[in-house]
């Protein structure tokens, strides 16, 4: 069969890739493409391990079709550190140890980022509710919800 | 794997074309919520997948100078949150919609999805029906519209016509005093598949209800619109006595199964409760505007 040829965005930078009109985003993230940070849990939209930004939304990407990335704007965890230097969150959540086994880190990077743009000093109930759609099996949130809370504040305080 | 293809026209014309040509085979793509998880678990093999997002007016939300508001079919349900308007006027509507799934769900998961996957728990339809929203269809034979209560066939049913595509939802205007509501009963706190799902939508004058629409979900083959249920809220100031009026109506609309979520039972009991709770936010909001 003829595979489809997408012309997309992903971290800034133009990029092509091939595809089968029934892979997922997050096949051409993980294969093609070689960006292997955005983890399959579920396949099915329930564990939020998957998400990735498009057109500036936070989405499953295994709730997408690869063919749907033409001429829109991916983001992944792959291009939230810049260059040697960590996000914030991502220094946080090292810090105060806010991940064991990694399968869900970068989706609860992805999606904690995503909601510090939409909402600078969320609430810890707001936080919650943001990631209601990210499962964790190790840590049981606490650590994860702390450390977003925590990257809220330095990161507020040094924007003043 | 067998021979898919993947189309996203510009058009609606394009979309109702393809969608005819390929017939039953054929599967219309919005956010995919459903359709992705259906074709991973091989319950839906289609042999073309037809993306409706390029198309202008299944994804903009218009409110006109009379008061209605057109959202189109595909209109992700974060896009809806974040309009303007839409949420002060519509507040039941939009609770319904918006906790349909996670944030990442949000981001793709349209009310037309919701609606055409025929679920009798999807969240987004009782309080449309409580609002009376009609959609509009296009197929080959033209354009038609009827009311959301009339889509459902039966659990992943519609009455759509082959070739057919929803386009969008109208909701109607209505005097100021108004006020809608949506509330749902999940065995957990969040993220789960209703029990029972109730909308109401009403209007008071000077404290009396002039007009109600009662919508009930997850209790039926299809989300039921309840008029026994609007009728004992009609003419009455949302009183206790009427309140146990429309809740005994709702609780005798219930033609509800027994499964893992919760029994026969517990759901005809709960669509009472439920309508009481649903009726008392809906007049608030109506008094308060």
């Not at chain 1, 000093?121 to 099996?137: D, M, Q, V, Y």
């Not at chain 2, 007016?57 to 189109?72: A, L």
Request: hydrophobic share 45%.
């Amino acid at each position: 069969m003829t595979k489809l040829h997408v012309s997309t965005t992903i971290n800034g930078e133009p990029a092509e890739f091939l595809c089968e009109p029934t892979d997922t985003m997050l096949d051409a993230l993980r294969g093609p493409l070689g960006l292997t940070g955005s983890k399959e849990g579920c396949a099915s939209g329930d564990c939020g391990a998957c998400s990735i930004m498009l057109d500036d939304r936070l989405i499953c990407s295994c709730l997408m079709l690869a063919a749907e990335a033409q001429g829109h704007e991916v983001s992944t965890i792959e291009g939230m550190a810049r260059g040697d230097k960590l996000h914030p969150l991502q220094q946080k959540f090292l810090e105060m140890a806010a991940l064991q086994c990694g399968i869900c880190t970068s989706g609860m990077l992805v999606a904690s980022d995503a909601l510090l743009q939409k909402t600078p000093r969320p609430t810890e109930e707001e936080i919650r509710f943001w990631l209601a759609g990210n499962l964790c099996r190790c840590t049981g949130y606490d650590k994860i919800v702390r450390a977003v809370l925590e990257t809220a504040s330095e990161m507020s305080e040094a924007a003043q | 794997m067998t021979n898919v293809r993947y189309l996203a026209p510009s058009t609606l014309n394009e979309a109702i074309s393809a969608f005819v040509a390929a017939g039953s085979a054929a599967r219309i793509l919005a956010g995919g919520t459903d359709l992705l998880v259906q074709m991973r678990s091989g319950a839906v093999r289609p042999g073309v997948i037809i993306d409706i997002k390029k198309i202008a007016e299944m994804t903009s939300i218009q409110e006109t100078s009379d008061g209605q508001f057109r959202i189109g079919a595909a209109v992700p349900g974060a896009v809806l949150a974040e309009h303007g308007r839409f949420g002060r006027v519509w507040p039941g509507v939009l609770e319904a919609i918006n906790l349909i799934g996670s944030t990442q769900v949000q981001g793709r998961a349209s009310a037309g999805g919701n609606l055409c996957n025929g679920s009798p728990a999807g969240d987004s339809v009782p309080a449309l029906v409580a609002a009376g929203a009609k959609v509009i269809l296009q197929g080959p034979n033209g354009v038609r519209e009827i009311l959301v209560e009339q889509v459902p066939a039966g659990p992943g049913r519609t009455t759509l016509l082959p070739g057919e595509i929803m386009v969008s939802f109208t909701l109607p205007a209505r005097p100021p005093t108004s006020g809608d509501a949506y509330l749902r009963m999940i065995p957990r706190t969040e993220m789960d598949i209703a029990v029972v799902g109730v909308g109401v939508s009403l209007t008071l004058q000077d404290g009396v209800c002039t007009a109600a629409r009662v919508g009930l979900g997850a209790v039926a083959p299809t989300v039921l619109l309840v008029e026994a249920a609007a009728k004992a809220l009609i003419g009455s100031r949302v009183e206790a006595k009427a309140l146990e009026a429309a809740a005994s109506a709702c609780s005798a609309a219930c033609r509800p199964i027994d499964d893992k979520r919760g029994t026969i039972a517990y759901r005809t009991k709960i669509a009472g409760v439920l309508l009481k709770r649903t009726a008392r936010i809906a007049a608030k909001r109506a008094e308060g505007n």
